[in-house]
């Protein structure tokens, strides 16, 4: 190991700053507004989908003979998953700290 990554204390700098990254990236992933945004359509769009399934005969008929829980719920879902989705294919990149800039 270089001698000139290491602070006086003998911490090297080089061990800190991989894992500052790790957790901003981990940060990121987490907080990613596709992910909250997608999982409760996809969980709201399951129930109303459910809901629209068993509706009875009334409910289909105040909606003018329109399943309208069921294409919502299927909607939804469609949605939330498509969210999910393009999180997964493209998923977020932590921003630059402030000590890169200043290198």
């Known amino acids: 190991m270089a001698m000139d ?6 911490h090297d700098h080089m ?5 500052e990254a790790r957790r ?3 940060a990121a992933r987490l907080f990613d507004i596709r992910r ?3 999982g409760l359509f996809t969980a709201y769009g399951a129930i109303v989908t459910l ?10 008929e ?3 003979g329109v399943r309208i829980n069921l294409w919502a719920g299927l909607g939804m879902l469609v949605f939330g998953v498509l969210m999910l989705l393009w999180q997964w294919r493209n998923p977020a990149e932590p921003p630059e700290s402030q000590e890169h ?3």
Do not use: Q, W
């Not at 990554?5 to 003998?10: E, V």
């Not at 061990?15 to 894992?19: H, N, S, W």
């Not at 809901?51 to 289909?60: H, R, S, T």
């Open 62 to 64: 105040k909606a003018e």
């Open 51 to 60: 809901v629209g399934i068993f509706d009875g005969a009334a409910a289909v």
């Open 24 to 26: 901003r990236s981990a």
């Open 101 to 103: 800039e200043r290198s």
């Open 5 to 10: 990554n290491l602070d006086p204390h003998g």
């Open 36 to 38: 909250v945004i997608g």
């Open 15 to 19: 061990v800190a700053a991989t894992e």
